[in-house]
């Protein structure tokens, strides 16, 4: 996504816990506690992959994307697909969006990514005839 910024990747801790998990330091029981919640959020509003599950190595993972922001209102906290998530960047000023990925089969879940979305931060399209920026609330506009 375009407009996509101040990214945290999650990976390495991930990885610190799968290695705990295969050393045996960590059981299966601790790491495979996904919610009912979010297991329907995969079913419905989540994106397959084709990474297998690292914990039962049966399923293919599934990508559920969570939105917060004070602009959402209700909808704060909800699971969207990526084409609302391209929709909803283009119409509010800024939300975080978590991306947590999810085996069906096993409940093994984790957190994968958090990022920032909206129009927030995007440069202002310029007046390709004057070069000018359009005015904006609170802005004059150049000339």
Not at 37 to 47: N, P
Request: aromatic share 8%; with cysteine; net charge neutral.
């Amino acid at each position: 996504m375009r407009t996509q910024r101040q990214v945290v990747d999650y990976a390495l801790q991930r990885r610190a816990l799968l290695r705990e998990v295969y050393a045996g330091h960590v059981g299966t029981y601790e790491v495979c506690d996904a919610s009912p919640y979010l297991k329907t959020a995969a079913r419905y509003h989540g994106e397959a992959t084709e990474e297998l599950c690292p914990i039962c190595r049966r399923e293919f993972l599934t990508l559920v994307h969570y939105i917060y922001g004070d602009e959402l209102k209700q909808s704060a906290g909800q699971a969207r697909s990526r084409a609302e998530l391209a929709t909803l960047a283009t119409s509010l000023r800024e939300f975080q969006v978590y991306v947590v990925e999810v085996c069906r089969g096993c409940s093994w879940n984790h957190l994968v990514e958090q990022f920032l979305l909206g129009t927030a931060g995007t440069p202002a399209p310029e007046d390709v005839t004057t070069g000018a920026v359009p005015a904006s609330p609170g802005r004059a506009a150049t000339a």
